[in-house]
């Protein structure tokens, strides 16, 4: 059972949005930045948004990020098929004293 | 550019110890404001973070792992270490190493991800079996 909770899957068709959810507690997302991963298939996690909606230089402004409280969301704009992949939102918790990931999300590209 | 390379014994008998190292090149482990974290992934499962260890030595572990769990920094091969003891079929998973930069003010400096873990290693496939 992750801390943090996400959908197990989303879907889309090329060109949609989608968006993702992520929710935790009052001591990890509602008290520290919230960053996101995608992992293609067979690869290592790669930074998606980080400091809640921050895209790292090369992330497409496709993806955006926001947090509310003690919930987040990665949106996708303009679904391609090269976005089917594991998505992962991670946060620091105060009370555990250390990070927690989501149980991951698996988008699938209709 | 920082790369993170994981190495270490593919098989590992149940009830031992578990031991990985990460190469860092193209940067320095001991530059300031990092901390080096090991994440690891069960076959068909999520992420879950086991520990994380700042450039100065300081550490952060996972409640669930941590009377099992060592992480060290050997600034003279330029690399961090992981050593897991007593492991059975459940540690069975690959093992990645990351990078994230601390948050600092004035005066102090906290390993929140406020900016996220940028550099990942390719991961290392660890099998727990009798």
């Known amino acids: 059972q992750s801390v943090l909770t996400q959908p197990p899957s989303a879907s889309g068709t090329p060109g949609q949005r989608v968006a993702i959810s992520c929710s935790g507690s009052?001591?990890?997302?509602?008290?520290?930045?919230v960053n996101w991963y995608q992992q293609l298939p067979g690869t290592s996690p790669k930074l998606l948004i980080y400091?809640?909606?921050q895209r790292p230089s090369g992330v497409p402004d496709r993806f955006s990020g926001s947090k509310s409280g003690t919930s987040a969301s990665l949106a996708i704009s303009g679904l391609q098929s090269e976005d089917e992949a594991d998505y992962y939102c991670?946060?620091?918790?105060?009370?555990?004293?250390?990070?927690?990931f989501g149980g991951g999300t698996k988008l699938t590209v209709l | 550019q920082l790369q993170l390379q994981e190495s270490g014994p593919g098989l590992v008998k149940t009830s031992e110890t578990l031991s990985l190292a990460c190469s860092v090149s193209?940067?320095?482990?001991?530059?300031?404001?990092?901390?080096w974290d090991w994440i690891r992934q069960p076959p068909g499962k999520g992420l879950e973070w086991i520990g994380s260890?700042?450039?100065?030595?300081?550490?952060y572990y996972n409640p669930s792992l941590k009377s099992r769990v060592t992480i060290s920094v050997d600034r003279s091969k330029t690399q961090f270490s992981l050593k897991l003891s007593s492991v059975t079929a459940a540690d069975t998973a690959v093992y990645y190493c990351?990078?994230?930069?601390?948050?600092?003010?004035?005066?102090?400096?906290?390993?929140?991800?406020?900016?996220?873990?940028?550099?990942w290693g390719q991961g290392t496939t660890v099998i727990v079996s009798s």
């Open positions: 990351a990078r994230h930069q601390a948050f600092c003010t004035k005066t102090s400096c906290y390993p929140t991800y406020y900016y996220g873990m940028d550099v």
């Open positions: 193209g940067g320095s482990i001991s530059s300031s404001g990092y901390y």
């Open positions: 260890i700042y450039h100065s030595g300081g550490t």
């Open positions: 009052r001591s990890n997302i509602g008290s520290n930045a």
């Open positions: 400091t809640n909606n």
């Open positions: 991670a946060a620091w918790d105060d009370s555990l004293n250390g990070g927690v």
